[in-house]
């Protein structure tokens, strides 16, 4: 296996020549909580200026892609469309339109609203999400917990508020409806929810659920290749014509690596120098560097 490249002017200069679409994941990589990360505007922009294809494709379920629009125009980042914003929250959705999933059944959420609002966009009725956040079961007697069972797919992602009425809801409607899905958004096991600390991601969400039905859930978001099949449609671009940045070994550069891509790693995130060239680390990237600004020092010297 190659040894990871540290970023320098001279092989930026063959990277970028190679590459006509740069694909980022957002936490850890553009920002870090609501903070942006020093120098990203400008990376973009140059980027642009270069007429490359600037992408975001991100494994946090917290939002819709119409709220990510939001978030990157309030961090400045104004030239950044809804169009250009890949999210697990809308590959959940996809998922079930692309495998014909019926429009009678319904969708129960594990999750943030991103993920109700992306499934109503589908056309789909979604139940739980953060409406449930304040439900608790009742362990009486005789109680029988209901759950609806027209259900059909579970959606499990990021969810700040998981409970004990959540997981029964879910557990029951995989366990017990015919045929229901599950479906998980993406397995990260912690994510930089604020800037100055990692909190545990939706992979915990995901692994209380595999525990309690005895199921693995269909992983749509990153490594999962899923999301690929809609950027290639849009782009028209080759995967070994993109380069996807991102700051995860077993995320962003596995989903990279799979897909055939070019791959990145910034240590701005998850990832450290160490932990990316200790011996027992079997995936490596193309590329490292300390964050994505160094494009742009890096196209500037000599």
Known sequence: MATPQLLSSSNLKSLFDSVNT??????????????LIDGVSQTLDL?????????????????????????FRSLGLTSVTQDEIFSSSFAAAMYLKVNNFPMDKKVYVIGGEGVIEELKFAGYTALGGPEDSDKKPQWKSNCLF??????????????PNINYYKLQYGTLCVRENPGCLFIATNRDSVGHMTDLQEWPGAGCMVSAMCGSTDREPIVVGKPSTFMMDFLLHKFGTETSRMCMVGDRLDTDILFGQNAGCKTLLVLSGVTSESKLLEEGNNIKPDYYTSMVSDILKLMDSP
Do not use: P
Request: hydrophobic share 35%; charged share 30%; glycine share 10%.
């Open 146 to 159: 209901e759950h609806d069972k027209s259900v059909g797919a579970v959606v499990v992602g990021l969810d």
């Open 47 to 71: 980027l642009r200026s270069k007429g490359k294809n600037v992408v975001f494709v991100t494994n946090n379920s917290m939002k819709s892609r119409r709220q990510y629009a939001e978030k």
């Open 22 to 35: 740069f694909l980022f994941d957002c936490d850890g990589v553009i920002w870090k909580g609501e903070t």
